[in-house]
């Protein structure tokens, strides 16, 4: 192959950088969960069926596995910001770093009380700290391991939902904001090859309800044979190659 064929192939693979692919951060729990009582269509539903269908990519041990991964992930990315960092862009579209850990600092704490399915006592202060944030991934993403956290329902977000749902999100908030934060702030972000199977499956699942209430933007279309998590995030409007 000569050089130019070499990099028209390279060119081919990537997605033109785009700032403005990204999902509505603030808002982005919340309407995936309107309707979140019905199935998404395609893949494994959000029910039981993710635990019982051992064909299902986000079955309890894949699920719970995954979700750790992402946590530790995203507790180291977040302990390394620095305070130069916080006014910084992000793959989000007008949110800088700051304003996504307040939205993942007041998602977190919701979890970690719906995967122990107490009753919610009010609406928890957002965190705002890196790492107070960090913290609060590493218990939601613990508080998700328990035998029972992953079976029938819990309060989260807004509704009462199927409590394989709200792990669902969760993974998906720890995954995709957790690379949001890596890429504003110059962080590697290595997801191994299992997890991001989760991921694809979940964002598979989600996109159309996501997208349709404003949660993902419009899907990127991803080169052919990409991983996974590249997928995941061409799926939910991420440009795997945005730089600020």
């Not at 894949?62 to 302990?79: D, I, Q, S, V």
């Not at 409590?163 to 110059?186: I, K, M, P, S, Y």
């Not at 191994?192 to 933007?217: F, K, M, P, T, W």
Request: hydrophobic fraction near 45%.
């Amino acid at each position: 192959m000569s050089p130019a064929q070499s990099s028209s192939s390279q060119t081919s693979r990537r997605i033109s950088r785009r700032r403005g692919s990204a999902i509505a951060c603030t808002a982005s729990m919340a309407v995936i969960l309107v309707g979140a009582s019905s199935c998404v269509p395609g893949g494994c539903h959000f029910s039981l069926d993710l635990i019982n269908d051992p064909e299902c990519t986000t079955r309890s041990p894949a699920m719970k596995t995954a979700m750790t991964e992402f946590a530790t992930l995203f507790a180291r990315t977040a302990e390394a910001i620095p305070s130069d960092r916080l006014t910084a862009a992000t793959p989000c579209a007008r949110f800088t770093v700051a304003d996504l850990l307040a939205h993942i600092g007041g998602v977190l704490p919701d979890s970690e009380r719906a995967a122990a399915k107490r009753p919610r006592t009010g609406a928890p202060a957002a965190l705002t700290d890196p790492t107070a944030v960090a913290a609060v991934a590493e218990r939601a993403a613990a508080a998700w391991q328990a035998p029972e956290a992953l079976t029938g329902e819990t309060e989260f977000g807004p509704n009462t939902v199927p409590a394989t749902l709200a792990a669902a999100v969760t993974l998906q908030e720890l995954a995709l904001h957790g690379w949001d934060l890596a890429r504003a702030t110059g962080r590697p972000f290595p997801v191994g090859e299992e997890a991001a199977a989760v991921l694809l499956g979940v964002v598979e699942q989600l996109a159309d309800q996501a997208r349709a209430n404003g949660g993902y933007g419009p899907a990127l279309t991803a080169p052919g044979g990409a991983p996974a998590f590249e997928r995941a995030l061409a799926l939910s409007g991420r440009n795997p190659d945005w730089a600020d």
